[in-house]
């Protein structure tokens, strides 16, 4: 019952999404080139005989000689007003957790926090090499109770739609008993299609380390020792993205664990809502398990994220900046 549940929630959630972003607001924009070659998006609030004046997204007002204007398009279809929107995903190479295939640049990361206690890092060391890692601050727990990783990847991108990242990933923190315990993975992640629209499967060889203490037959501490067990299956993860409004995506991520003991009752599968704008982003969502849906709740998604870098800084030129064309049409070509 609850995996029929979860199927239909899914479903209903995909089929749904492309329509949320249908804003009425949307269908007055206009895009105006230039005889120099230059474009602008915005929507036109006054014309004359001489003139066209443009609000741009940013808010700026341009007031544009018809002379310097080589055409004006209105955007009908869903796919061209994406396409002329300046607001990107500042999250392009994340989603909900996982990697996308996309690298971060060099100099460009951003700072994470899941659920406001689980604070994070990532930042692109060349341009196809980062790090990242983050650590949990509970505030009940110690230092040494809290949960840890550390993750490298290299990724490349493979023409205009598609990207390929490997890397590793080390996360510790305390076991059911007390006692340390963590694991490792080595993963591949390739992503297809662009960010607003794009599919990313990986696959993830993962290792359980597990810290042991041995004692003598009167209880004495003996010696202590750590052993590692490979997962004999490796774990996939499905997920993507879905621009349906100016700032706003569909984020789903989705992990299976395949092996002899595989229910998909017990796979989670993660939805979450992206608002973005400029640096900031929040994903709102929740992972689904069936089982845990039984028991008539999902699982609660909240994660914020503030990109910085040398690639958001020329966003958001081409956001609230205006392109030299622009400038020198409005003052009449001079």
């Not at 990697?99 to 926090?113: A, C, E, I, V, W």
């Not at 230092?143 to 205009?160: I, K, M, N, P």
């Not at 923190?173 to 006692?179: E, F, K, L, N, T």
Request: hydrophobic residues 40%; aromatic residues 8%; neutral net charge.
């Amino acid at each position: 019952m609850g995996t029929r549940v979860t199927g239909i929630l899914v479903l209903a959630v995909v089929l749904v999404a492309p329509y949320l972003g249908a804003a009425a607001d949307e269908t007055d924009l206009v895009t105006i080139t230039l005889k120099d070659g230059g474009t602008l998006v915005g929507r036109v609030v006054a014309e004359d005989e001489s003139a066209v004046t443009l609000r741009t997204s940013s808010g700026v007002e341009l007031k544009l000689p018809k002379q310097a204007i080589a055409s004006r398009e209105t955007p009908t279809a869903k796919s061209e007003l994406r396409s002329t929107s300046p607001v990107t995903d500042p999250n392009e190479s994340r989603l909900m957790f996982a990697p996308t295939g996309r690298p971060l640049g060099k100099g460009n990361g951003y700072f994470s926090d899941h659920y406001v206690v689980f604070p994070g890092f990532a930042f692109g060391l060349t341009k196809n090499l980062s790090l990242s890692g983050g650590v949990s601050t509970i505030p009940a727990l110690g230092l040494s109770e809290q949960v840890f990783y550390v993750s490298t990847s290299a990724a490349w991108t493979l023409g205009d739609k598609a990207a390929l990242a490997v890397g590793g990933f080390v996360a510790g923190g305390p076991s059911d008993d007390g006692a340390d315990s963590g694991g490792g993975a080595l993963f591949a992640v390739g992503s297809i299609g662009p960010s607003d629209r794009s599919l990313s499967v990986g696959l993830a060889f993962v290792a359980e380390r597990k810290w042991e203490d041995h004692f003598g037959p009167r209880g004495e501490y003996l010696s202590s020792d750590t052993s590692w067990r490979l997962r004999d299956v490796p774990v996939v993860m499905v997920g993507g993205s879905l621009r349906v409004a100016r700032n706003l995506s569909l984020i789903s991520e989705s992990w299976l664990f395949p092996g002899s003991d595989f229910e998909l009752s017990q796979q989670p599968f993660g939805l979450a809502l992206r608002f973005f704008n400029g640096r900031l982003s929040a994903d709102v969502g929740v992972v689904l398990v069936a089982e845990v849906l039984e028991e008539g709740f999902p699982v609660p998604w909240l994660s914020f994220s503030y990109r910085f870098g040398p690639s958001r800084k020329a966003s958001s030129r081409s956001a609230g900046a205006l392109p030299p064309a622009a400038v020198r049409a409005a003052r009449g070509g001079r």
